[in-house]
């Protein structure tokens, strides 16, 4: 039994001053029979907490930085008033820092017999799923002397999203791609292109794409034009082992890397290209594979909510016989992955040769901003050794990137919220030019 203190009406029953509630209830009640008959009716009178029957029902999914709501549906089937404070625990990052406790408890009043539906509202600050605790509610008497308490389980999960915060950029390189997709033709060269149409020679045309046999039926030298071709396969692999749990400003590198996965796979799916995705670390960890391109997106998002790094290395050669398993033919290969010299030496690069050998392999990092300020810092010893330290980094970084491009990699390095869009550059650059 919960005793609740209501001081003034306490001792207004018992007629007892205030003072002498303080150091305990036994002693109260042990010399005050009214008071004592009073807590025990109250007690009796509070609606059962075992017999309460819940149901919930709301939102399953949000975008991390969005808000959701979950209702709780209470069921009295007690003959007493249910009067009560009832708290939907969740886990702390449902909520914003500083608000949990206002947004998890409320107070509730349902007649005998009758429902009543409360609302939680969550503010999650993490990707993942967030499942419900457990629902505690505390029954309180028509006078607030005694409550009686208790806990239920009732489950839900919401799953917490990718915020994929570069779509912004998603209209404008469409409209690239639309350029290069035929609407607006451009001559192209190649493997990996398809014919769209004929038009007048010009100078400067390359004298190679001149169609003898259609200029032989008129009186003007034609040329054919051609586009990117469509239905090529792309395999996005995001690396999940140790470094990609580094944080890059308030950014973890992993969802860094998954935010440019999503921008690459809104518009290589709108490509007519085809997707599919990979997270690996020493086992594979999510994969969307096989999808149209109308689900291929909604899949990725899900697939990559829950994942989070794994504190180990990575073991490139699984990496990439899983890449080549999931590939059997020629594919753009993009890896997200760390540019630190001892994982590229000592895993990528010795399988990087199986790799380029049958794919086009594109390799994209976080790059950390900071390292760029402190490289230019200057005025102090300590800022000279920062700087000393940041440009042996910088240049270590580079050749790295310079050892992948050597074997025909294609290397994006951008900060956080550049390096979405420059991913996506990198795939117009390539489809461009044929390499897909």
């Avoid at 209209?171 to 033709?185: F, K, N």
């Avoid at 291929?296 to 890449?323: F, Y």
Wanted: net charge positive; with cysteine; aromatic share 4%.
């Amino acid at each position: 039994m919960a005793l609740t203190g209501r001081t003034a009406l306490i001792a207004a029953l018992g007629s007892l001053p205030v003072g002498i509630l303080a150091p305990s209830w036994a002693g109260v009640l042990a010399v005050n029979a009214p008071l004592s008959l009073a807590i025990l009716c109250d007690y009796a009178m509070a609606a059962p907490v075992r017999t309460l029957q819940f149901t919930r029902s709301g939102d399953t999914t949000v975008r991390l930085g969005d808000g959701a709501e979950v209702q709780l549906t209470v069921t009295n089937p007690s003959r007493r008033r249910l009067r009560a404070r009832i708290r939907d625990a969740w886990p702390p990052s449902s909520w914003l820092p500083g608000t949990q406790q206002d947004a998890s408890r409320q107070k509730l009043n349902v007649p005998a017999g009758e429902r009543r539906r409360i609302t939680t509202s969550l503010r999650p600050t993490r990707r993942g799923d967030r499942q419900a605790a457990r629902v505690t509610v505390r029954s309180y008497g028509p006078l607030g002397l005694a409550a009686r308490q208790g806990s239920h389980t009732v489950p839900w999960t919401v799953r917490v999203l990718p915020p994929f915060t570069s779509r912004k950029h998603l209209p404008s390189r469409l409209a690239r791609l639309r350029e290069l997709d035929g609407r607006t033709s451009v001559l192209t060269r190649g493997e990996g292109t398809e014919f769209d149409s004929l038009r007048e020679y010009v100078p400067g045309d390359d004298t190679r794409s001149i169609d003898w046999r259609a200029t032989a039926r008129q009186t003007t030298v034609a040329v054919r034009t051609w586009r990117p071709e469509r239905d090529r396969h792309i395999l996005i692999v995001l690396d999940t082992g140790r470094t990609s749990a580094g944080r890059v400003g308030d950014v973890p590198r992993l969802d860094a890397a998954m935010d440019a996965a999503l921008l690459l796979t809104a518009l290589a799916s709108r490509a007519g290209d085809r997707v599919d995705v990979l997270a690996y670390d020493r086992r594979l960890r999510a994969q969307v594979q096989g999808r149209s391109a109308g689900d291929v997106l909604p899949a990725v998002v899900n697939a990559l909510a829950p994942i989070e790094p794994e504190l180990v290395e990575t073991d490139a050669r699984g990496l990439a016989a899983t890449a080549l398993a999931r590939a059997p033919r020629r594919s753009l290969l993009v890896l997200l992955t760390s540019l630190d010299a001892a994982p590229i030496d000592e895993g990528l690069l010795p399988v990087l040769p199986q790799l380029t050998q049958r794919h086009t392999v594109l390799v994209a990092s976080v790059a950390d901003p900071h390292t760029d300020r402190m490289a230019a810092s200057r005025g102090t010893i300590d800022a000279v050794y920062e700087a000393a330290a940041a440009t042996q980094a910088q240049a270590q970084r580079h050749r790295t990137a310079d050892q992948l491009r050597r074997y025909g990699v294609t290397v994006v390095d951008a900060t956080p919220e550049n390096l979405a869009p420059a991913l996506a550059d990198a795939y117009l650059v390539l489809k461009a030019a044929g390499r897909l």
